[in-house]
């Protein structure tokens, strides 16, 4: 019969500790991973949104500009 020591003792509660909360572990880092994953898509969704907003009125701009500029060149001529 071999005794352990306390060392050993210590090792292998410790290996069955990380066994039993490895699992729990897991879908913490799985659950966490998902909420910041949907966080930082919704933040680059808005960035995209409020950068198409100023690109929309930017080329709604342009779009007025030319018009206009059409609209003299046809009364000049």
Same mark, same amino acid.
């Given at each position: 019969?071999?005794?352990?020591?306390?060392? &050993?003792?210590?090792? #292998? $509660?410790?290996? +069955? /500790?990380? @066994?039993?909360?490895?699992? $729990?572990?897991?879908? /913490? #880092?799985?659950? /966490?991973? #998902? @909420?910041? &994953?949907?966080?930082?898509?919704?933040?680059?969704? @808005?960035?995209?949104?409020? +950068? /198409?907003?100023?690109?929309? +009125? %930017?080329? %709604?701009?342009?779009?007025?500009?030319? +018009?206009? $500029?059409?609209?003299?060149?046809?009364? @000049?001529?």
């Amino acid at each position: 019969m071999s005794e352990q020591t306390g060392d &050993d003792k210590n090792q #292998d $509660l410790r290996a +069955r /500790l990380k @066994q039993f909360a490895q699992p $729990l572990v897991d879908s /913490l #880092d799985s659950r /966490l991973k #998902d @909420q910041i &994953d949907r966080r930082v898509d919704e933040r680059v969704d @808005q960035a995209l949104s409020n +950068r /198409l907003s100023v690109l929309e +009125r %930017a080329v %709604a701009d342009l779009d007025r500009s030319v +018009r206009e $500029l059409q609209a003299r060149l046809d009364a @000049q001529a």
